[in-house]
């Protein structure tokens, strides 16, 4: 059908004339229509023998009542849709709906985490809104419902060895925990937040997602797939996906609370409904060559599996609880709990010194310590200014690092692309005991071995040994980095260790990954499924995690001198400089900068 047609169409069931253009759609004809003083989407649906489904369309549209979301006009006649045979042949189904102004999301750049938390915002109060609704239509059986996605399996020779890898991994994942999934709570939801029915506002410093449209897809399932569905389109064309996850979790939860349990899904329904994306896009290559829409989401939907299949989905979890108000980790409490009846565990790792006091040194980007580069990369110099302040402090053990933010990783390995640039890994998650080589490391409790590696990478672990303790129902893990060659000799996994039994010994510079000598200790609730490592420098903006993933060591420690400090609060810092700095020399930022460090002509 051509537009003239499809005008006249217009004319004669609605009395609208207007200037006419076609829209992207996977079944419906849908064309914009521009008139002098309204816009409306005239939607012509062929093949109407499911008059059922468009039923369930409309009767969805009414329930909402423009709320964010289009409104059905009637015909001449007042009829919400209208029944033709067209020409003698097909029957037509005709439809108008009001026009939502604004702009579609995959025009929208660039794509801000405001604008990503306004799109969870809107799905969530959708959610919310449809919450008493529902329609024997919405209980059909639908291959874009990921709670049926397993239909995909029958298609799995369609794709390449690498991509056939992919999806058996996701899908595997998704079939073990079925029975538990089928559990979650369930409601009617829009299920096809994609690029093309999302709409943003036309502000180009401040977009917002204004409404979603095209109901076509709605269905009664799971909820939790619905933040699926809208995470699995905003994470396209995003180096780093899981954090681009987080503000539409966190506004999505912030309108429609979201349970512990449907969180724990989330990560594998995010890889579900893509694989249905491009197991349907593999199909209509075929059947369907010509239709561009349908194959509109192909590429970006296999660039965001690759990426996310590397994402560690323990980790994802526990990201996806923060966001939701929920404690990264759910034993937390119970280890802190624990902790707090122990007594101070320096004299027993530490037997060989006799020392339980703690000298607090400071390796913060904001110390004056270390001094510059040149000097801390020297490892003589590093040396010879800890060996002064242990003579200054000599019934002391030299210590300190829980969640300094530090400049001494400058490896690039410590480096990623992000969202927003280049990020380095700079938060230190282990309290550093700054002691001599070969000094004896000893088990404060009873333990396995779970891990012991020697890592051949400058700037890296060298020797490391982690161990498992288990009291009653807590699990949690002890990580023992920088040991000398002659550890890694003498121990392998599986061993086990008593309370008093000897670890290991402190490295050298020659074998701790070129460090000056010491002990990088850590606490970690979860191995995050990792078999050969296990980080003990994060990223800044995942430190909120991390923090309660490897709780501070000081919790057995017990060390006032280790208790953390801040930096001046922002309000502080303001008030000191309205106090000093003429008008001229203020600076405008979102939040107030505390400049701590400068490098050459950098600050």
Not at 12 to 41: F, H, M, Q, R
Not at 52 to 70: C, I, M, R, V
Request: hydrophobic content about 35%; charged content about 25%.
């Amino acid at each position: 059908m051509n537009i003239k047609e499809a005008s006249y169409l217009l004319k004669a069931n609605y009395n609208i004339e207007g200037i006419l253009t076609e829209l992207p759609g996977e079944v419906d004809l849908n064309y914009k229509v521009e008139t002098s003083y309204n816009n409306y989407v005239f939607k012509i649906s062929k093949g109407i023998d499911q008059v059922e489904f468009l039923d369930f369309q409309n009767e969805l549209l009414f329930y909402l009542n423009g709320n964010k979301s289009p409104k059905v006009i009637n015909d001449i006649n007042g009829n919400s849709k209208v029944i033709i045979r067209y020409k003698n042949e097909e029957k037509l189904c005709l439809r108008l709906l009001t026009w939502i102004s604004g702009r579609v999301w995959s025009s929208v750049n660039p794509k801000t985490d405001s604008l990503r938390s306004s799109l969870g915002e809107e799905c969530g109060l959708l959610t919310k809104s449809l919450q008493k609704f529902d329609h024997p239509y919405a209980h059909r059986e639908f291959e874009w419902d990921i709670a049926k996605s397993i239909w995909v399996e029958k298609h799995l020779y369609l794709f390449k060895k690498k991509e056939k890898k992919i999806i058996e991994k996701f899908l595997n994942e998704f079939k073990k925990n079925y029975d538990n999934y089928k559990k979650l709570r369930k409601g009617v939801i829009h299920n096809d937040a994609n690029d093309n029915n999302i709409i943003v506002n036309e502000d180009i410093l401040d977009p917002r997602v204004l409404s979603l449209i095209d109901f076509g897809d709605a269905i009664y399932t799971q909820i939790i797939n619905d933040v699926a569905i809208a995470c699995a389109y905003a994470l396209m064309n995003n180096p780093n996906p899981l954090r681009a996850s987080i503000p539409v979790i966190k506004g999505y939860n912030s309108k429609f609370k979201l349970q512990e349990k449907e969180l724990s899904f989330l990560y594998n329904l995010v890889a579900m409904r893509l694989i249905v994306s491009v197991t349907k896009s593999a199909i209509n290559k075929y059947e369907n060559p010509s239709n561009k829409y349908l194959l509109i989401s192909e590429k970006p939907a296999w660039d965001l599996l690759k990426k996310w299949i590397k994402v560690n989905s323990e980790f994802a979890y526990f990201q996806f609880r923060e966001a939701c108000g929920y404690l990264p980790h759910p034993h937390y409490h119970i280890f802190r709990n624990w902790a707090s009846s122990q007594k101070s565990i320096t004299k027993s790792v530490f037997p060989s010194l006799n020392k339980n006091t703690i000298h607090k040194i400071d390796l913060s980007v904001r110390s004056n310590w270390i001094g510059r580069k040149e000097e801390f990369n020297d490892l003589d110099h590093f040396q010879f200014k800890i060996d002064q302040l242990q003579k200054t402090q000599p019934e002391k053990i030299i210590a300190g690092g829980y969640l300094e933010p530090r400049i001494l990783y400058t490896s690039n390995n410590y480096e990623r692309e992000c969202n927003t640039g280049l990020e380095k890994r700079c938060v230190h998650l282990g309290i550093d005991f700054w002691v001599p080589p070969e000094t004896q490391i000893h088990a404060f409790i009873d333990g396995t071995i779970e891990m012991i590696i020697n890592e051949k990478v400058e700037k890296s672990y060298g020797v490391m040994l982690i161990l498992r303790h288990e009291i009653e129902s807590l699990v949690f893990y002890t990580l023992y980095g920088h040991l000398s060659f002659k550890t890694f000799e003498v121990y392998k996994k599986g061993d086990k260790i008593k309370k008093g039994d000897k670890i290991g010994w402190i490295g050298n510079s020659n074998e701790n990954g070129n460090w000056v000598p010491h002990l990088h200790f850590q606490i970690l609730l979860s191995l995050l499924n990792y078999k050969n490592d296990f980080p003990g420098v994060i990223y800044h903006d995942e430190k909120n995690t991390w923090k309660f993933l490897c709780p501070d060591p000081n919790f057995l420690i017990k060390s006032k001198n280790l208790d953390s400090t801040e930096l001046k609060k922002y309000e502080k810092i303001l008030s000191d400089r309205k106090k000093i700095l003429g008008r001229g020399m203020s600076l405008q930022y979102k939040d107030p900068l505390h400049v701590v460090r400068g490098e050459g002509v950098f600050l």
